[in-house]
């Protein structure tokens, strides 16, 4: 039983780019906001974007401009555009969805990237 399926993670150099995309299961019901969080080696889990299922989205400041998070309603699917990567953006990558009452988290995809 998953319930987030998360794709697009891997190896770039800096200044490429990646897609990130997360498939929310059937059974996760009136989902309200989507989103990713990162966690670094060392570090505290943040938050690098995220949307609600109008349309409204928030980003960390140091993705302003760099990274541009997307969703299908219909499909129950966010997307995370990630360029101008910066090896400081190494990290684990999770999806999050949440609904009124609970939230559920993807198993994370790794994003390296070299100097």
């Known amino acids: 039983q998953v319930q987030l399926v998360e794709s697009g993670g891997g190896l770039v150099q800096a200044g490429g780019s990646l897609r990130l995309s997360c498939a929310a299961s059937?059974?996760?019901?009136?989902?309200?906001?989507m989103g990713w969080y990162r966690q670094a080696p060392g570090k505290q889990r943040e938050m690098v974007a995220s949307?609600?299922?109008?349309?409204?989205?928030y980003y960390a400041d140091s993705m302003k401009g760099r990274f541009t998070i997307s969703r299908d309603n219909a499909k129950n699917t966010v997307y995370l555009q990630m360029n101008s990567l910066k090896p400081e953006d190494t990290a684990v990558y999770y999806c999050?969805?949440?609904?009124?009452?609970?939230?559920?988290w993807g198993q994370g995809t790794q994003v390296t990237v070299s100097s």
């Open positions: 059937k059974t996760i019901f009136s989902i309200s906001a």
């Open positions: 949307i609600t299922s109008d349309g409204r989205t």
């Open positions: 999050n969805a949440k609904t009124q009452m609970l939230a559920y």
